[in-house]
């Protein structure tokens, strides 16, 4: 079974601070990692995601994420916060097998950005 | 080429009434998902289909619950006898359909509120 805990419903930051939303999750094969964005009144957008390899993942709008396997975490950071990066975000993970299709997500993070 | 549709964008009901909601996906994409979002809930997962076929349906909350699709392509979701906790944002997703941790697309969302 599969479950993806995202620490903190609310995060506030400055416009030019460090942006870290921690994602923790738990799977009993390798899993597949996502981090998804979702502005007001629209869908989900893919920022990046984990799959095999390099567990540094870059993704769009300067995000990255690190796979780190003996922390079961995938923490998405951004060096800089614009305030264009306000919205929420969602960790998921899909483990593949009979679940091929699956996303399971987070309760998701949402980022206030401060002037 | 043009994104994931989903109609309508909003539907209002009354309790016990019947709702269709439709969903086109990317052109060329096998997998077709949907999930439900609510504030109770989170995000969850319905049910994903590869072709016609829906090889997980593990995430229907009930029986007044179905999802079709035809051709390959268009998906309805209906909810049969509607109930006040059935109001949702009701999301749909695609794929390509070929590898495990493709990318998943999503629309805009159906916003379903059950009087």
């Known amino acids: 079974a599969q479950s993806v805990t995202q620490l903190g419903s609310h995060v506030s930051v400055s416009e030019g601070a460090l942006v870290l939303l921690r994602c923790n999750y738990s799977s009993s094969v390798p899993p597949y990692l996502f981090w998804y964005v979702q502005y007001p009144n629209q869908g989900l957008q893919l920022l990046l995601k984990y799959t095999t390899g390099a567990t540094l993942v870059k993704g769009i709008n300067g995000f990255e994420a690190e796979f780190k396997k003996s922390e079961t975490s995938f923490h998405l950071t951004k060096p800089s916060a614009h305030m264009s990066d306000a919205a929420e975000y969602f960790c998921a993970v899909s483990e593949g097998g009979d679940s091929w299709g699956k996303l399971q997500f987070g309760a998701g993070t949402q980022v206030v950005v401060t002037p | ?115």
């Open chain 2, 1 to 115: 080429g043009a994104g994931v549709s989903q109609s309508p964008s909003n539907k209002v009901t009354e309790k016990g009434k019947d709702v269709e909601l439709r969903c086109d996906p990317i052109s060329g994409h096998t997998a077709l998902y949907w999930y439900r979002q609510s504030l109770g809930q989170g995000l969850e997962f319905l049910i994903y289909f590869q072709g016609n076929s829906a090889p997980d349906k593990s995430g229907l909350p009930s029986d007044r619950f179905s999802a079709e699709r035809t051709g390959g392509s268009v998906s309805t979701l209906t909810i049969q006898r509607t109930q006040q906790e059935d109001s949702a944002v009701y999301l749909c997703a695609s794929s390509l359909g070929q590898v495990v941790g493709e990318t998943q697309y999503f629309g805009p969302g159906t916003r379903l509120l059950v009087l």
